[in-house]
Every structure is written in C-alpha cells, then in structure tokens.
C-alpha cells in the first residue's frame, strides 16, 4: 500500500520562505515521477515541480528560480522536499505531494497517490 504523508506549510509573510516535506512509502521511485501541485483558492490545480528517478525536475514557470525540490531515499521510504523562497501571496494554496500524481478537470488527485494537502497561506 502506497502511503503519502506531507508537513510543513503554515502562514508567513511576503517574501519569506517555507519548507514542505513529504513522505512516501510503499512506492518505487523509478516506477514514476514524485513531485508537488498546488491548488489555488477558487483556482485550477496546478503542478509546481516534479523530479523523476532519472534525475529529471520540472518547475512551473511561476516557481523557477524561488522553489527547489529534493529527493531522498532510506529503507524504501521516499522523501520528497521542496523548498519554497521569496513567497508571494500568489503561492496562496493548498499543497499537495503525490506520487505518479495526475491532475484532470482543474482538479488535484485523480489519478495517482496523494497526501491530503497542506495549507500554505502567504500574506501581503
């Protein structure tokens, strides 16, 4: 059974940094992709930053250059950090980690493993 458990996320100032961990077991990391999506107050879900097994990272445009994503392996347990510096309240969302993660109709976890999601709440 495939198991995604995120923390992190909170509030904080414009300009200020937050760090999201996520932890995934029962997964095997070069069967697909892990990464980070975000859903938006009243907005479409929207992937932030992925990385595969074969050292593959992708980055939304809006993210490039503030975010960073990590992954680390231990025991079969995944790992998967992202970083987040210089927010804006526009990174105003609810987080998610997942694992092979698919996004349809606007909307987070429709396909794949998904953690239940982080508030990160940026203010001006």
């Known amino acids: 059974e495939v198991q995604v458990v995120e923390s992190g996320g909170g509030s904080v100032q414009a300009g200020g940094s937050l760090r999201l961990s996520c932890t995934v077991s029962?997964?095997?990391?070069?069967?697909?992709?892990l990464g980070w999506y975000r859903q938006p107050p009243g907005d479409m879900c929207e992937l932030v930053s992925t990385i595969s097994d074969d050292g593959e990272i992708i980055y939304t445009d809006s993210v490039k250059g503030r975010f960073t994503i990590s992954h680390s392996q231990d025991n079969g347990k995944n790992t998967v950090d992202l970083q987040m510096n210089s927010l804006t309240p526009e990174d105003t969302a609810v987080y998610y980690c997942?694992?092979?993660?698919?996004?349809?109709?606007?909307?987070?976890?429709?396909?794949?493993?998904w953690g239940q999601g982080t508030q990160v709440t940026v203010s001006s």
């Open positions: 029962g997964f095997k990391f070069h069967d697909a992709a």
């Open positions: 997942a694992a092979d993660g698919n996004v349809a109709g606007g909307l987070c976890r429709q396909g794949g493993y």
